[in-house]
């Protein structure tokens, strides 16, 4: 593989690209498009070099958080392979990363692609296996000889997770206009960084975020590629799905205030203690869920004053809850919220709930859904629980999901996988659909 730039040793040790950030609107288009390869090679060579970027070497999970040093290194990955294949580069006016084979303004565009980076120590197939697997389609349609009557494009949405802001997909929203400006500048990093210095730091104008709805027009079809986060593919001899809808989910904050004092000197009953509160509440989050055929999980957690020998004064949880459905969902948080107040009330802890974010029930385009079900060979069609920027991008263009087959299920993990074989069929698959929906 041809790379751009030179490269240098990171800090744990692999070698990284050296990168200066792109400035918003950066376009930079290339005429000379090399020898096609063949998919394997491809997909293998981009995933070699994509690898090591953001790992952390202790835990072997991936770092790759918005604006910072790992997410410009993907950003810089992105760039070379689309300067490899002389495609027309740019960044949107919210940092999103678009290659562009075709004229970028002609409309009716069919878009791939996913994001890059991930959840503390999360997996390497979470985003990247659609990005990577793109441009190794785009590959493959070369090898093959199609001629695109549409434009083809291939999209790294930025911050995608939410690991650093605590609003996932920011870039897909900012873009439909799901966030707000005036939102996007509140959002604050565990250090007090906001969005729009953040962005600034890495060589972006914080000042051009917003809706894009003028890009968004030029879409024809988004259809993005993902490791499923599940095991319905598991248990079949279809290494590939497409997905059919995406249960609602979002995102509560919930404040328990107690008072902070001495724990070797406080009697038990003196105590106004917002860890006991917190501790019940958990639990009650995984008997409601599982009593409704829902999710809740308490993945995060802030404690002041934080010391081994204190009782807490504040507790802070955040909850992340999905159901099949709206009305379940709202259930089942709203019996979170009565038992974690009827406890606080017990221990003499106020209890206090944000709701953060949320996103409702997101149907596929049924008809775009068929037509990808059908060019595949009548492969399975499945929900789906995790959010992605398919989901987003749903309210304003047509959009589709294909899911890659997850042999464990297990996802946001270092122990996320699919296999070699899989990954490929993946490729072979989105090919198949982009030829289907640009080339005829």
């Known amino acids: ?8 040793a990171g800090r744990n040790g692999w070698a ?7 400035p918003a609107h950066e376009t930079e288009a290339q005429t000379a498009v090399g020898a096609p390869r063949t998919t394997g090679a491809s997909f293998h060579d981009m995933w ?17 958080y918005a604006w910072t040093e790992a997410d410009a290194d993907c950003r810089t990955w992105f760039k070379e392979q689309a300067q490899n294949r002389g495609l027309t580069y740019e960044v949107d006016r919210n940092g999103n990363q678009w290659a562009w084979l075709g004229d970028p303004t002609a409309g009716d565009a069919v878009v791939t ?7 503390p120590d999360g997996g390497a197939f979470d985003g990247p296996l659609g990005v990577v697997s793109s441009f190794a389609a785009l590959d493959e349609l070369r090898a093959r000889g199609a001629r695109p009557t549409k434009p083809l494009a291939i999209v790294n949405f930025g911050d995608e997770e939410g690991a650093r802001f605590g609003l996932a997909c920011v870039g897909s929203r900012l873009t439909s206009g799901q966030l707000g400006v005036a939102q996007a500048h509140e959002l604050r990093d565990a250090d007090g960084l906001s969005l729009p210095r953040a ?9 051009a975020i917003g809706p894009d709805p003028e890009r968004l027009a030029r879409i024809g079809a988004f259809v993005e590629l993902h490791i499923e986060q599940g095991r319905a593919l598991a248990d079949t001899a279809d290494p590939v799905g497409v997905a059919s809808a995406i249960w609602p989910h979002g995102r509560w904050r919930f404040d328990f205030h107690g008072e902070a004092n001495h724990a070797g000197t406080t009697r038990i009953e003196d105590r106004r203690d917002p860890m006991l509160t917190y501790a019940n509440t958990v639990l009650a989050a995984r008997k ?3 009593l ?21 004064s504040l507790v802070r949880g955040w909850l992340d809850s999905r159901a099949a459905d709206e009305e379940t969902l709202a259930a089942v948080v709203g019996e979170i919220e009565r038992a974690a107040v009827e406890r606080g009330q017990r221990d003499g802890v106020d209890v206090r709930v944000t709701r953060e974010s949320f996103t409702p029930v997101v149907e596929f385009a049924h008809d775009l859904r068929d037509q990808l079900s059908g060019l595949l060979g009548g492969v399975p069609v499945l929900p789906t629980g995790a959010g992605h920027d398919a989901g987003i991008l749903s309210a304003s263009v047509p959009t589709a999901m294909l899911f890659v087959r997850n042999p464990t299920g297990v996802s946001h993990s270092p122990a996320e996988t699919a296999g070699e ?18 080339c005829h």
């Open 1 to 8: 593989m041809t790379v751009v730039g030179n490269r240098s």
């Open 16 to 22: 990284q690209p050296d990168h200066r950030p792109a």
């Open 48 to 64: 070699r070099d994509l690898a090591p970027i953001g790992r952390n070497t202790t835990t072997n999970g991936y770092r790759r």
């Open 113 to 119: 692609g996913s994001h890059l980076d991930s959840v």
């Open 199 to 207: 962005m600034e730091r890495a060589g972006y104008d914080p000042d």
């Open 288 to 290: 409601k869920a599982k």
């Open 292 to 312: 409704a055929g829902a999710l809740a999980t308490f993945g995060k957690v802030g404690v002041e004053p934080n010391g081994v020998n204190a009782i807490a």
């Open 421 to 438: 074989d899989d990954c490929l069929a993946g490729v072979a698959a989105l090919a198949e659909v982009l030829e289907g929906l640009a």
